[in-house]
């Protein structure tokens, strides 16, 4: 008998055992999902902005070439001056599923890339997207259009590409120390001197760039957001860019 | 019947014991060997000890409770923080934080009447201190009571904190390079193993102080805010947390 109960219970224990693997899973699993879906969405900014780290270690290499652009290529080029005298273009190509947002198919899209984060998901949920939906619930001009989902998915642009502005200031910031330390060991003062001002010029430039970088990001989804919704009261929008999401939404699965 | 018991018993002992030990699947992982870049969804529990003495929380990012690292803050009336930050390694670091005997208690007239001060004299210089009143003034609770500036005060030294702590992060991924160049600068390949050990372990602790220290902030202003006003809402704080203050305050003292 005793025997008996043994087996059962341990036949229980193993039952349970596979149970909390499946449900629970060991971090082990989670870590590696993770990490592959941050390198996957990393490269896969919904806001196609190039690749600055092509271009912030030359500032004066990329000032606007001054023919004009192919007309294929689709996109908005934002010239900046800089009171240095710098000048820097910009050309930010969206990715080609905002051809159709704030449309039922975009909607559609969104969604199921919302659930695809969330109820449907096997994997670690970030909590944080559902903050963002309770946002736009207490937003009845959201609630009452059809495209609730498009505003998360937009709202997650804006803050992951605010994200990626900040780490350009960082970095700007940070190398700009490394230069100026390295710049003190000349000997010759005025060469030192000289080079001194140019780090100082050129990590002020970028900086600029990436402040203009920033108001345009939110200008940009303030602006979209007012597309979906005729209207995005100021405290709703505070609201939405307080919330951080650990990973960007990832693409939409447009064709 | 008596066996079948027996085994539904065991059954919803062993179960209890796994739900015990998970008690949030939203809770995050940790993973990956690059510091810079693990993410985390934090699982926040606020413990109110609600007695005259101490204010406590308890901040954690492992998986398991109980598994990952930890920080246990704890407040005493006279201002005295106590910090406890455990680690996965077994390591514990407590960290005693004085108050400065010159920095009145808040919920002090002293300290409303020194925070309207830096309020006029902060704002020209960080702009977004402006966000933050008009905020604050849309708090009923706030803009009523005696505290108005106390609490804007608070916010401010929050996201400053905030903005510093993420520069703190930052710094240890940008500085990667400097981190291989220390454990290659052993040439004994045994003794570089373990100089590569002792180096992760250090850098990887510091990341983890730093995202302990970003999850418990938000938390401790949360706090000290209900106890000012008795109450904050959710939206003001979500409003609070898009304001990006890149200033250092300076610290509020009395004559």
Known sequence: MNKRILIRIGVCLLILSALRLVFFGPSSRLNVIESTIQSESQSNIAVGL????????????????????????????NTYSFSSNHVVTRVVIPNPEFKIFGTPKFESLAKTQFESLTINSKYIVDTNLYELREVFRDFPAAMNSQFLYSGIYQTAIT??????????????????????????????????????????????????????MRQETLEDGRQNLIKLYGELPKPIFQRLLGIELRLPMGRLSYP | MKSVFLLVLTCVVVFLFFKIRQPDLKSSSFGGKLIGSVLTNHLVKIETVDSNIRTRRIETLGFL????????????????????????????????VLPNPK????????????????????????????????????????????????????????????????????????????????????????????????VYNRVHEEALKIWLEMGDAPNRFKQRMERLYGEFPKPIFQRLMSIEITAEPEELVGP
């Not at chain 2, 990952?68 to 960290?95: A, D």
């Not at chain 2, 004299?121 to 966000?131: D, F, G, H, I």
């Open chain 2, 65 to 96: 409770a109980g598994t990952g690292p930890m920080l246990i803050s704890e407040e005493s009336e006279s201002g005295i923080i106590t910090n406890v930050y455990q680690f996965p390694s077994g390591k514990l670091i407590t960290e005693v």
């Open chain 2, 103 to 198: 920095t009145p208690l808040l919920g002090s007239a002293e300290y409303e009447m020194l925070a309207e001060q830096d309020y006029i004299k902060s704002a020209a210089v960080e702009t977004n201190l402006l966000e933050i009143k008009e905020i604050f003034e849309e708090f009923p609770l706030a803009k009523k009571s005696q505290y108005l500036y106390s609490g804007i005060r608070e916010a401010y030294v929050l996201r400053a904190k905030i903005y510093r702590l993420q520069d703190s992060g930052l710094l240890i991924s940008a500085q990667q390079d400097i981190v291989e160049k220390e454990i290659w600068s052993v040439s004994d390949p045994v003794k570089r193993e373990l100089k590569s050990k002792e």
């Open chain 1, 159 to 212: 803050t992951c590409t605010l994200r990626e502005v900040r780490q350009f200031i960082f970095n700007t910031r940070y190398q700009a120390m490394r230069d100026l330390e390295e710049a003190n060991t000349i000997t010759d003062a005025a060469e030192r001197e000289s080079k001194i001002e140019r780090i100082k010029a050129m990590s002020s430039a970028q900086l600029e760039l990436y402040e203009s």
């Open chain 1, 50 to 77: 190039s690749p600055i780290f092509n271009v912030n270690h030359d500032l004066v290499g990329s000032v606007a070439p001054m023919e004009s652009e192919p007309p294929e290529v689709e996109g908005i080029t």
